[in-house]
């Protein structure tokens, strides 16, 4: 089994570190590492470095650095509006979609999303998506951490434009005619892909993406849920962009 992965907000430039707050308590306390075992850190923006455990102490272990590295950001760069959803499914849909390799998804106020996310409930409910995105870059040990963009949400029109500056942009629609599988995609900039919520995408929302340069696209005969579709169509870009 590989090295557990760790976030710090920066790699040290000397060949120790106490690693404490929560990250050292889940090492020491829920992981219980012991000396002489190896874990990995990331500050989340592709640095990292291994280290191997010269001491255990209450909640944070001592550490000694072995070897430092960087990951290049991959290109293109893959982004997901991700139509809010009720209950846990956005969170699935997040934790899934970070494993599978997303750079950065976006919460979408979709008109047919059945939760709303206003206030304060709002930036609650974003800063689970944050967590979640986080815990698992950990699990699935990526260099980069995927950034959660809104404030807490971004609304059609705000999708529009980003849509309008991608390199490349598909929405994902039961009624499209081409494939995600055989559209063309670009080398270089922004992929964005637009997942609808539960009730789908309205025709205005679907004709607004449509005007701003987005291609409707299908990914087979299957109607897949919310949070599962974004999984499924990162999956397709990911072989197709050869990162897997």
């Given at each position: 089994m590989s090295a557990p992965l760790f976030?710090?907000?920066?790699?040290?430039?000397?060949?120790?570190?106490?690693?404490?707050?929560?990250?050292g308590h889940h090492a020491a306390t829920?992981?219980?590492?012991?000396?002489?075992?190896?874990?990995?850190?990331?500050?989340?923006?592709g640095g990292t470095a291994t280290a191997v455990v010269t001491a255990v102490g209450r909640g944070s272990l001592e550490l000694e650095l072995t070897s430092r590295g960087y990951v290049d950001a991959p290109v293109p760069r893959l982004v997901v509006v991700q139509g809010i959803a009720k209950g846990d499914r956005g969170e699935l849909a997040v934790q899934a979609m970070t494993e599978v390799g997303v750079?950065?998804?976006?919460?979408?106020?979709?008109?047919?999303?059945?939760?709303?996310?206003?206030?304060?409930?709002?930036?609650?409910?974003?800063?689970?998506?944050?967590?979640?995105?986080?815990?698992?870059a950990k699990q699935a040990r990526r260099p980069w951490l995927p950034v959660v963009a809104g404030s807490p949400d971004e609304s059609t029109d705000r999708v529009a434009r980003r849509i309008g500056g991608a390199a490349g942009a598909?929405?994902?629609?039961?009624?499209?005619?081409?494939?995600?599988?055989?559209?063309?995609?670009?080398?270089?900039?922004?992929?964005?892909?637009?997942?609808?919520?539960?009730?789908?995408?309205?025709?205005?929302?679907?004709?607004?993406?449509?005007?701003?340069?987005?291609?409707?696209?299908?990914?087979?005969?299957?109607?897949?849920?919310?949070?599962?579709?974004?999984?499924?169509?990162?999956?397709?870009?990911?072989?197709?962009?050869?990162?897997?």
């Open positions: 976030l710090v907000d920066s790699l040290p430039t000397a060949d120790s570190l106490t690693l404490g707050g929560p990250e829920v992981q219980r590492l012991r000396v002489g075992e190896e874990l990995l850190l990331s500050d989340g923006r750079d950065e998804i976006v919460p979408w106020a979709a008109s047919r999303s059945v939760a709303q996310w206003r206030g304060d409930r709002g930036v609650r409910a974003r800063e689970k998506w944050v967590a979640t995105a986080r815990e698992a598909f929405v994902l629609h039961e009624e499209a005619d081409d494939r995600l599988t055989t559209a063309p995609l670009p080398d270089t900039g922004e992929i964005v892909l637009v997942v609808g919520p539960e009730g789908g995408i309205a025709p205005a929302e679907l004709e607004a993406f449509a005007a701003a340069g987005a291609c409707p696209v299908r990914l087979g005969p299957s109607v897949l849920r919310t949070s599962t579709a974004g999984v499924a169509a990162l999956s397709v870009l990911a072989t197709r962009l050869s990162r897997w």
